[in-house]
């Protein structure tokens, strides 16, 4: 078990309590949108309102968890070298959380109903907590490592799907052009040809946490960072799905190249990334 100081706040009740009041923000400022810049490339968007849920959501866990290191997507320069050199300095935290203020920021500035908070907790680099907030339909994913994962109270579990040629299966657009997206396209057709639909709905988190809820059996995407992935992967394995990288190694919040699903179709896609000569920049 996990050494808390008696008597403090939860770590799971402080994460779910930054998950929707940042949530709720988020929702509010729909349409608002004052600071739109670009990060890494044209298709790398950040408004005014990730950073401003960024810093609601570092203060309060700093309320309850002073001596906790925080590791959130603003934080970090844009760009692969950057948050691997962040990642690997994070790393060596005792905990750690790992804050994606909005994941979905293009579904955001467009309005497009589709995005989350994404706030997970590592312990000596294992992820204890996760916890995917989607303010628009009110829906509170939480997982908890060895004790299941939930959605209002109620567990979730990954779909039944045993062939990938009857899955539906969600992708991600990269915004790095110049060197993910490239691959990531090749993984993109194939799949678009072994399974029976591709989703690409702009929220990696929210694609990990739907696989979980078995609304989707898989998910695929290369040069993602843990900010995307950390809360999703729990959930995923906590309600059943297994996550690896795309040579089907198990998840670590290290990984970029991600695959994940229900379990039963794992080997099924990986099978078709690799084929088709997708599983990723190293
Ligand atoms: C992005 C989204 C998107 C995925 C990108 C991520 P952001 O996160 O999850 O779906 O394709 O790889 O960077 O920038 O909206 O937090
Ligand atoms: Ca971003
Ligand atoms: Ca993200
Ligand atoms: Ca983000």
Not at 43 to 65: N, S
Not at 161 to 186: C, I, M, Y
Not at 198 to 209: D, Y
């Amino acid at each position: 078990s996990i050494p808390y100081v008696v008597g403090s706040k939860s770590p799971l009740a402080v994460a779910i309590n930054c998950a929707a009041k940042a949530g709720e923000w988020i929702k509010s400022r729909l349409g608002t949108v004052k600071e739109l810049s670009t990060k890494y490339s044209p298709q790398d968007l950040v408004t005014d309102v990730d950073k401003g849920a960024e810093t609601m959501i570092r203060k309060l866990i700093l309320t309850h968890f002073p001596n906790h290191d925080i590791l959130g997507e603003e934080g970090v320069a844009p760009g692969a070298a950057a948050s691997e050199a962040a990642l690997a300095k994070a790393k060596a935290s005792e905990y750690l959380w790992i804050v994606d203020p909005v994941d979905g920021t293009t579904n955001f500035v467009q309005g497009f109903p589709f995005f989350c908070v994404s706030i997970a907790l590592a312990y000596k680099g294992e992820v204890i907590i996760g916890v995917i907030y989607d303010p628009i339909r009110d829906e509170m994913f939480v997982a908890e490592k060895g004790k299941g994962a939930y959605m209002h109270g109620n567990p979730t579990r990954v779909s039944e799907e045993k062939l990938l040629a009857d899955s539906v299966v969600a992708v991600g657009f990269n915004p790095d052009r110049t060197f993910a997206a490239p691959v990531n396209l090749k993984g993109i057709v194939a799949l678009s040809e072994a399974t029976r639909s591709l989703r690409a709905a702009g929220s990696a988190a929210l694609h990990l946490a739907y696989v979980a809820a078995g609304r989707l059996s898989g998910y695929y995407e290369v040069n993602l960072n843990a900010w995307d992935s950390a809360a999703g992967a729990l959930l995923v394995r906590e309600s059943g799905g297994i996550v690896t990288d795309t040579a089907g190694n198990p998840y670590d919040i290290g990984v970029r190249n991600l695959v994940a699903s229900n379990g039963k179709i794992q080997r099924q896609l990986l099978d078709v990334i690799t084929a088709a000569g997708a599983t990723g920049l190293h």
